[in-house]
């Protein structure tokens, strides 16, 4: 099935450590987003790339980085975990230009809780 | 900039009752609006959309119009069920630019038998 694959499902890590969440999309989809979900503050976008080889800022980029080497992937680094990244993840992509119109393809998310 | 405000919830309803959740958004041009749901332990996925003003949008016995006048884009349902049971979200994308979405907060919908 078509579709945004993320691994891993979830995951503890330690504070301090370092971690690649991954999303891998087979829709050929020029954009792609990463966004996280606390409770209470809905849907927050972390970074964005709306096509491959370039890639943005979002509303809460710090302690993030991503980086966009071809159309499919688009993975998300945190650097130096700390508490306040324990969150859902979800990875998320639109076909350029479909954005307005066709909705947008979400991932099943990473549930990561840092200790 | 862009904004979505939904109402709080939770909102609590029985089945086969009648529901509504509020949206209402600010933006600058003429926006796209969405409405996904995401059911437990699940990602987002889109419900239904519109793109224009006065367009009604619908899908598994939901609607929302668009009202330009208002500013709105209200979720109802003539009889919910327990199955309808999730959290909603409103959402808007502006027809230019880098076609980033902005979401409301989300609305937890808890339907009871």
């Known amino acids: 099935t078509a579709g945004i694959t993320q691994a891993p499902t979830s995951q503890i890590l330690a504070a301090g450590r370092s971690m690649t969440l991954r999303c891998t999309q087979d829709?050929?989809?020029?954009?792609m987003y990463w966004y996280r979900q606390d409770l209470g503050l809905g849907l927050r976008l972390i970074h964005y790339?709306?096509?491959?080889?370039?890639?943005g800022k979002g509303e809460v980029p710090d302690g993030y980085s991503v980086s966009r080497a071809n159309t499919d992937d688009f993975p998300l680094t945190l650097a130096s975990a700390v508490p306040s990244q324990t969150s859902v993840y979800f990875c998320?992509?639109?076909?350029?230009?479909?954005?307005?119109?066709?909705?947008?393809?979400f991932g099943s998310g990473t549930r990561l809780t840092v200790v | 900039g862009n904004s979505v405000t939904q109402m709080e919830g939770p909102v609590t309803l029985s089945e086969e009752a009648f529901l509504t959740i509020n949206c209402t958004y600010t933006?600058?041009?003429?926006?796209?609006l969405f409405w996904y749901v995401q059911y437990p332990g699940e990602g987002l996925q889109l419900l239904l959309k519109?793109?224009?003003?006065?367009d009604k949008g619908s899908n598994k016995g939901f609607e929302a119009t668009y009202r330009k006048e208002t500013t709105s884009f209200h979720l109802e349902k003539g009889s919910v069920q327990v199955s309808d049971s999730a959290v909603y979200f409103c959402?808007?994308?502006?027809?230019?630019?880098?076609?980033?979405?902005?979401f409301g907060r989300g609305t937890s919908l808890i339907v009871h038998p």
């Open positions: 790339s709306n096509t491959a080889g370039t890639t």
């Open positions: 933006a600058t041009g003429y926006p796209s």
């Open positions: 519109a793109t224009k003003a006065d």
């Open positions: 998320a992509s639109s076909g350029l230009g479909q954005g307005a119109n066709g909705g947008y393809t």
């Open positions: 959402a808007l994308s502006r027809s230019g630019g880098s076609y980033i979405p902005t």
């Open positions: 829709m050929r989809h020029n954009a």
